[in-house]
């Protein structure tokens, strides 16, 4: 396989004052540069039966660049006319020449195909090829230049895999508003990707429905070539040249406001399986949980008088959980402020498995004056998380099974109202982690063997902050599949919409109700 293939514009820039003419175009400098770090480049383009075009390619030849797939057609080579006016280059009038008909016939495509990597631009005529490019096996990349709004970018972009976008900084707002324009159009997620492309830590920390942290992010990045967290981090480094005056609240029961914030997601379970139950005439169920390992989204240092200090830790979800500390040694509260932002700017985001010595040694170097506090706040943020539970698991409406004819036995009634109670379906959620969409389970396949009669049909949805939602339905093996999963799916779709990253869940293959006798 060839490693980068070019395709698109070439043009020759012909200097009026000298007569000079110098070869280029975005895929045919691509390919030159990228020589230099290796074999196997390809350029495909267009060029005239006049001589700039033979000169051309005997140019790109010289410098091992495959052109066996370039088009010699009837006519001029596009070239650009330069002049030079005190002491700047000016360019002039532009003919685009043969590339105003170049096309990629369907060998050139398998060529392309055949490559690791295809690279096109915003003036190549390749963007309608791209999707056949990719499928025939190479990743694709494209230049929107600064003009992401262009007809040949919109083509693009939905069958690219690398973009690259060009601003010079000079106007932020109207880099705000094509970014914005971008999300209209295309949606959060693509606004979100062209963040992950420039900044992958940055853009784990922002959820694609955070538009406006999202566009800050790609803004800080564009103008000033460094990342959030990178401006972050240098801002430790000085101290403040502010007075800061610090005004917040007073709540006297910490602890009680800490069970309120914990209580969200509980009530939100509850009311989504109360919902979901009067929709569909059945006992519902509805649960969330976290995907992956729990992380650290927050630390808080609060100085609670001579010789403690009260450690606050925000997990996603909103969980919160604290500790009251006592001081090893004399701690200012500026130095807790310190040791905050430290931990903030290095430890939020996480996973335990990350928790490693390098690590810790780093925040203590950082740390100041608060260093030997580390061990001990890294202690308990690490036993924190192994016993993070953020599962919740709310069942509602068991009693309207007594209204269906397979329940009529108040014994068998009871003992399927007892297996779906909040305990016996706590696994609930494991059941569901690798499903696409919704899932079905008939009979024998359920968690209980009380349920061996009965169906249940559960569909996920995106809480967001790591949390992942599940509702689901239980009822005979008859119920109408198709009614209940249309309702789940859209109960799954708004709830996404509303808490996270919106998705529409997969219908899946209904099975046929059981047979009378």
């Known amino acids: 396989m060839k490693r980068i293939g070019c395709v698109g514009d070439n043009c020759v820039d012909h200097y009026r004052q000298t007569g000079e003419d110098h070869f280029g175009g975005n895929p045919v400098n691509v390919a030159v540069y990228t020589r230099r770090l290796g074999d196997g480049i390809s350029y495909v383009g267009a060029v005239g039966t006049d001589g700039r075009g033979a000169a051309l390619l005997d140019a790109l030849r010289r410098r091992g660049v495959d052109v066996s797939h370039v088009h010699v057609d009837e006519g001029s080579t596009a070239v650009t006319y330069v002049e030079h006016i005190n002491g700047d280059r000016v360019f002039g009038d532009y003919d685009e020449g043969v590339m105003a008909q170049f096309a990629l016939t369907e060998e050139d495509i398998a060529f392309l195909g055949g490559h690791a990597l295809v690279i096109s631009g915003l003036w190549g005529h390749a963007e309608g090829y791209l999707a056949r490019i990719r ?129 969200r997601v509980d009530k939100m379970v509850e009311k989504v399986a109360k919902l979901v139950s009067q929709a569909t005439d059945l006992p519902a169920i509805s649960a969330a949980s976290r995907q992956g390992s729990a992380c650290v989204k927050r630390f808080d240092l609060i100085l609670a008088g001579q010789g403690s200090f009260i450690l606050v830790l925000m997990l996603g979800g909103e969980q919160v959980v604290n500790k009251l500390i006592k001081l090893p040694v004399n701690v200012s509260e500026t130095d807790l402020k310190l040791l905050s932002a430290v931990l903030n700017a290095s430890m939020t985001d996480i996973p335990l498995e990350d928790f490693t010595a390098e690590l810790m040694e780093k925040v203590m170097r950082s740390a100041g004056a608060a260093a030997s506090l580390v061990p001990v706040i890294l202690d308990f943020t690490q036993e924190t998380l192994k016993n993070s539970d953020s599962t919740r698991v709310a069942v509602t409406g068991q009693a309207r099974l007594l209204s269906l004819p397979e329940y009529r036995d108040v014994d068998k009634a009871q003992r399927v109202m007892d297996s779906i109670d909040e305990e016996a379906l706590a696994n609930l959620p494991a059941v569901m982690e690798g499903a696409n969409g919704t899932k079905v389970l008939v009979g024998p396949e359920n968690v209980a063997d009380e349920l061996k009669d009965t169906s249940v049909v559960m569909t996920k949805f995106d809480i967001g902050d790591g949390m992942q939602g599940m509702i689901g339905v239980v009822g005979p093996t008859r119920m109408d599949y198709a009614k209940v999963t249309a309702r789940l799916s859209y109960f799954a779709e708004s709830l996404s919409k509303m808490f996270g990253k919106p998705e529409q869940p997969q219908q899946p293959k209904l099975p046929e109700p059981p047979k009378e006798g």
């Not at 003009?147 to 973009?163: G, V």
């Not at 932020?172 to 159009?185: F, T, V």
């Open 135 to 263: 499928q025939a096996g190479a990743v694709t990349a494209f230049d929107c230049s600064d003009r992401p709004e262009d007809p040949a970018a919109q083509t693009a972009l939905p069958c690219t895999d690398i973009a690259f976008f060009s601003d010079d900084g000079s106007d932020d707002e109207a880099l705000r508003q094509r970014l914005r324009q971008l999300a209209e159009r295309e949606g959060n997620d693509a606004l979100w990707r062209r963040l992950e492309a420039m900044d992958p830590e940055t853009a784990k920390r922002i959820h694609p429905n955070n538009v406006g942290r999202v566009i800050r992010a790609i803004e800080v990045m564009t103008v000033s070539g460094k990342s959030i967290r990178e401006h972050e981090a240098e801002s430790l480094r000085e101290p403040c040249p502010y007075h800061v005056i610090e005004l917040g609240l007073r709540y006297h029961d910490r602890e009680t406001l800490y069970g309120r914030i914990n209580r």
